[in-house]
């Protein structure tokens, strides 16, 4: 069994030494994302998990001393944020530095699962574009979420029922940021195929060797400038999409 935060502990531990010499040239919080922008111009992102702020006005304590320090002031974050966002910052900054290994493979994440009709997909956080298109394989599709402004909830018994019975599960990185992607691999029963997604996916195989983790699905950024203004304008994927190269690795 995974304990809470496994999985961001150990990216923080795959990722420290490699970025530790890093800079931060500039980081950009918006509404759908983090940006975080080093010296030698890698980039990484990390959505924002707005629903789950703490209530209230408030202001980011760091500001004004990020830009021109080092990177892993913002790592850190992965295994001390105590909200969402520090823990962003801290996911924004490892996928910055993990993104000059970003994978080659560029298919559609589906065509990677193979779904057929006999398939029960377990949508761990709706990916609105992906419906129509599970759908149209003719496998069931059930959609676990967080957010009541999004989708309907469904009670904790049924969620840990349909993590139980499906052969596929396609779950959002976003998990690493509220602690509970270990609650959902935990959770799992016997899937054919388990796939982490969203340009908030840290591509860091190693870390997910002894889970039923078997795909990864990310972003890498193929215009920087363009991004961190979509991401200062409040965009989201959507906005983001034509400067972004969506990738894919397998864990073995």
Request: a negative charge; charged letters at 25%; aromatic letters at 4%.
């Amino acid at each position: 069994m995974l304990p809470a935060g496994e999985i961001a502990k150990r990216l923080f531990d795959s990722v420290f030494h490699i970025g530790e010499n890093a800079v931060i040239e500039e980081v950009r919080i918006g509404l759908g994302y983090v940006g975080v922008r080093l010296d030698d111009q890698r980039m990484g992102l990390a959505a924002m998990l707005l629903h789950e702020l703490s209530s209230g006005c408030s202001v980011f304590p760091d500001a004004g001393r990020l830009a021109g320090s080092k990177t892993t002031s913002l790592l850190t974050n992965l295994i001390e944020g105590r909200e969402p966002l520090e823990k962003a910052l801290g996911l924004a900054a490892a996928n910055a530095v993990l993104s000059a290994a970003s994978g080659e493979d560029e298919r559609d994440s589906l065509s990677i699962m193979k779904l057929v009709p006999e398939d029960h997909v377990a949508m761990v956080g709706l990916f609105t574009p992906m419906v129509p298109k599970i759908e149209a394989t003719g496998a069931k599709l059930t959609v676990i979420e967080r957010n009541p402004a999004r989708l309907a909830v469904l009670d904790k018994k049924e969620s840990d029922r349909i993590l139980k019975e499906c052969t596929v599960a396609i779950v959002t990185a976003t998990t690493l940021l509220n602690d509970t992607l270990e609650e959902v691999l935990n959770g799992l029963g016997n899937p054919r195929h388990v796939a982490i997604l969203g340009p908030s996916t840290p591509l860091c195989p190693e870390i997910f060797h002894d889970t039923p983790v078997n795909h990864l699905g990310g972003a890498a950024v193929r215009d920087t400038k363009k991004v961190m203004q979509i991401i200062s304008e409040c965009g989201g994927t959507p906005a983001m999409r034509p400067y972004l190269r969506f990738v894919n690795l397998l864990v073995k």
